[in-house]
Structures are given as C-alpha cells and as structure tokens.
C-alpha cells in the first residue's frame, strides 16, 4: 500500500511520546526533594513534563515500584 506524501509527512512529524510511572523520582537533587508516584513524560527522547500521579496509556514504563533520577547517565557500561 503507497502513502500519499501528507500522510508521510504527518507520520514524520507526529511526537514520539512514552511515559514513565516513577514510585520515587529526585526530583531536585540540589535540595534532595523526592516526590511520591510521578510520571515522566517522555517525548522525542527527552522529558517534557512531570506529572502527579499516574498518567499515559500506551508506551508506559512502570517503574512504580523503583527510584528513579531522570537524566542519570550510567557511565558504567
């Protein structure tokens, strides 16, 4: 089946967008706040918001039950 070129286009240009279901997140590590049961919304790659609660269906990682500290990067592997 042949795509038209808008469909293309639209395919192209829609977000990528996953969540993450946080039980823990720091979600300040200058002061060390960590806050309960939050989502990350993760779009293109990157983190466009946090929310309270848990939010998002489709790509969901649950990680509910962890701790988690959104841009760590492990520079053990």
């Given at each position: ?15 990528n ?5 946080a039980?823990r997140?720091?979600?300040d ?49």
């Open positions: 089946m042949a795509s038209t070129p808008a469909v293309a286009q639209q395919a192209a240009s829609a977000p967008v996953s969540y993450i279901h039980g997140l720091l979600a590590p200058a002061t060390g706040r960590v806050a309960q049961n939050q989502t990350l919304v993760i779009e293109n790659g990157r983190v466009r918001e946090i929310v309270d609660g848990f939010v998002g269906q489709g790509d969901v990682v649950d990680l509910s039950d962890k701790f988690v500290l959104p841009g760590l990067i492990d520079s053990h592997v």
